[in-house]
C-alpha cells in the first residue's frame, strides 16, 4: 500500500524543498549574512496614516475583510491572520500617539485573537489601560459588516482607512466610501479577483505575497526576513519549470506535466 | 498560568496542528488521518463558540451606546436589541418546537435576504465611481489601461458588436491572452508568499496576529 496519497508527491517534493530553502536562508540570516528586502510603500505609509489621524484628532478604520467569514477558510484564514499581525503594529504606533483605533470584522472566531492582539500591543506599550473592547466592532456576516462600516465613516470621519485581509465585493464599497470621506488609504489583499477595486480606490496597496511579507518587514527579524530569500529562489525555481514546460509543449511533450502529476 | 507560558502554548498547539494536517494530507497514515479529523471537529467546535462571543461584543457595544446616548447612534442600538431580541426568541422557540418558526423564516427571508440585496446591486455605483478614477488618463500606463478597459467594455456590452467586429475579438485577447497571465503569476507569487507565512507560523516564528509585531 502506498503510504503517500497518489497525485501528490511532487507537491510534497516541492513542499520539502521549499521548506528547505525558507529554513537555509533564515539559518543564514541568523548567522549574520545580510538580507535586505525592499520596503513596501504601504507598510513605509503606516506611520504617516497613525500621524495624520494624531493631527486630525480623528480615529482609524481597520478591517481584515469578509474572509469568507472563518478563519477556517484555508485561502482567506491566511490572509485574515496577515492582516491580524499588521494591527498589532498599527495599534502600537496608535497607542504611542494617542490615536483612538477601530477594528471591524465578520470574523466571529478572530475575535480571540484580535483582542489578545489588541491587548498585547497596548501592554507593550506600557499603556494596558489605552485598550477598550468596544473598539473592536462585530457584525455577522457581510452585509451588516459593509453597513456598520459605512455608517462609523460617515459619522466617524476616520482620518486613515487600514484594509488589510481577504476582501470580497466589500473592498470598492469601502474604498469608495473611504475616498469620498478623504481618508488614507491602506490596504492589501491575496485575493486576485479584488486587487483591480483595491488598486484603484487606495493610496497604497500591497498586492498578493506583499501581504504576508510585510509583516516580516514589520518584525525586522533577520531571522524571519532570510524565508523572503528563500520566496525569491523559489520565483526562479517556477520560472524555469514555466519555460521548461513552454519549451516541451512546443514539442508535444507531456514529460513535465505527467511528471507533475504524480 | 503566566502571561509567556500561555502565549507560548499558543504557538506549540498552532505547530502541531499545523504539522498534523499537513502530514495527513500528503500521508495516508490511518492512525493521523483519525487525529486530523479530530482536529476539524474541534475547529468546528471552536468557531460555534465563538459565536456566542461574536453575540456577547455586539450585546456589549451596542448597550453601551443605549446607556451612554451616543448621539445619532443610540437609536440603532436600541432598535438592534429590540430585532436581536426577537430573533433569538423566536430561534429559541425553533430550537425546541424542532421546525423554523414562520416569523424567523419570514424576517430572515423577506428582510434580511431582500436588503442584502439591495447593498448588492449598489455596489455597481461604487465600481462606477472607481472605474471613473482609474480610468483618467493622467499619463501613459493609465492611457494604456483607458484604451484596455474600453475594448473590455465594448466586448461585454452586446452594442459593441454591433458598432464593430473587430470589438470583441480585440476584447477578448485583453480579457484572455492580456489577463490570464497576470493574474496567474499574482496566483503563484501569492501562494509562495502563504508557504512562506505557514512556514514561519509553523515554526513559531511569526508572531505577528499576537501583538509581537514591531517595535
Redesign the interface.
Known amino acids: 500500500?502506498?503510504?503517500?496519497?497518489e497525485g501528490?508527491m511532487i507537491?510534497?517534493l516541492l513542499?520539502v524543498i521549499?521548506?528547505a530553502l525558507?529554513?537555509f536562508y533564515?539559518q543564514q540570516a541568523k548567522s549574520g549574512a545580510k538580507i535586505s528586502a525592499r520596503t513596501f510603500p504601504a507598510v513605509a505609509a503606516i506611520p504617516e496614516a497613525v500621524g495624520r489621524a494624531a493631527e486630525m484628532g480623528k480615529p482609524i478604520y481597520y478591517t481584515t475583510g469578509l474572509g469568507m467569514g472563518?478563519?477556517?477558510n484555508p485561502s482567506q484564514g491566511?490572509q485574515t491572520?496577515?492582516g491580524?499581525?499588521?494591527?498589532?503594529?498599527v495599534?502600537?504606533?496608535c497607542s504611542r500617539n494617542g490615536v483612538r483605533i477601530d477594528y471591524f470584522t465578520p470574523i466571529?472566531?478572530s475575535?480571540?485573537?484580535v483582542e489578545?492582539?489588541?491587548?498585547?500591543?497596548y501592554?507593550?506599550e506600557g499603556n494596558p489601560e489605552g485598550f477598550d473592547?468596544?473598539h473592536?466592532?462585530?457584525?455577522?456576516?457581510?452585509?451588516p459588516y459593509?453597513?456598520a462600516s459605512l455608517g462609523y465613516m460617515q459619522?466617524e470621519r476616520p482620518a486613515s482607512n487600514i484594509m488589510l485581509g481577504g476582501f470580497y465585493?466589500e473592498s470598492?464599497?469601502l474604498?469608495?466610501?473611504g475616498?469620498t470621506i478623504g481618508a488614507m488609504q491602506i490596504c492589501g489583499s491575496?485575493n486576485?479577483h479584488q486587487?483591480?477595486?483595491l488598486?484603484?480606490?487606495c493610496d497604497y496597496t500591497l498586492?498578493?505575497?506583499?501581504?504576508?511579507?510585510a509583516?516580516?518587514e514589520?518584525?525586522?527579524?533577520p531571522?524571519?526576513l532570510g524565508?523572503?530569500r528563500?520566496?525569491d529562489i523559489?520565483?526562479f525555481i517556477?520560472l524555469a519549470l514555466i519555460g521548461v514546460g513552454f519549451l516541451l509543449g512546443i514539442a508535444n511533450n507531456t514529460t513535465l506535466i505527467n511528471l507533475l502529476r504524480m | 498560568m503566566s502571561e509567556v507560558y500561555k502565549r507560548e502554548l499558543v504557538f506549540i498547539v498552532a505547530g502541531i496542528v499545523a504539522a498534523v494536517m499537513m502530514v495527513t494530507y500528503f500521508f495516508d497514515i490511518p492512525v493521523l488521518n483519525g487525529v486530523a479529523q479530530q482536529f476539524q471537529v474541534w475547529a468546528l467546535i471552536i468557531q460555534l463558540m465563538a459565536i456566542g462571543l461574536g453575540a456577547i461584543n455586539l450585546v456589549r457595544l451596542n448597550y453601551r451606546h443605549i446607556q451612554r446616548k451616543s448621539e445619532g447612534i443610540w437609536v440603532f442600538s436600541a432598535w438592534f436589541m429590540v430585532l436581536f431580541s426577537i430573533m433569538l426568541l423566536l430561534g429559541l422557540v425553533g430550537l425546541a418546537t424542532g421546525s423554523e418558526h414562520a416569523i424567523y423564516s419570514w424576517i430572515f427571508t423577506h428582510v434580511y435576504t431582500s436588503l442584502s440585496s439591495t447593498l448588492y446591486a449598489i455596489t455597481g455605483f461604487y465600481i462606477f465611481s472607481a472605474a471613473y478614477r482609474a480610468f483618467r488618463a493622467r499619463n501613459i500606463d493609465a492611457a494604456i489601461l483607458l484604451i484596455g478597459g474600453v475594448f473590455v467594455m465594448l466586448t461585454n456590452a452586446p452594442v459593441g458588436a454591433v458598432i464593430w467586429k473587430g470589438f470583441p475579438i480585440i476584447g477578448g485577447w485583453f480579457n484572455i491572452a492580456g489577463q490570464v497571465p497576470a493574474m496567474r503569476t499574482f496566483t503563484i507569487t501569492g501562494a509562495l508568499g502563504l508557504l512562506a507565512y505557514g512556514f514561519r507560523t509553523l515554526l513559531g516564528k511569526e508572531r505577528g496576529f499576537y501583538g509581537e509585531a514591531g517595535q
Open positions: 500500500m502506498a503510504i503517500i496519497i501528490r507537491a510534497l513542499l521549499s521548506f525558507f529554513y533564515m472563518t478563519l477556517n491566511p491572520l496577515a491580524i499581525s499588521i494591527l498589532g503594529h495599534v502600537r504606533l466571529v472566531d475575535l480571540p485573537l489578545e492582539t489588541m491587548r498585547t500591543a501592554l507593550m473592547p468596544h473592536i466592532h462585530f457584525q455577522n456576516d457581510q452585509s459593509l453597513t459619522r465585493y470598492v464599497v474604498g469608495e466610501a475616498n491575496a486576485t486587487l483591480p477595486f488598486v484603484a480606490t498586492i498578493m505575497e506583499e501581504l504576508y511579507a509583516s516580516a514589520i518584525a525586522g527579524d531571522d524571519v524565508s523572503l528563500g520566496e523559489l520565483k517556477i
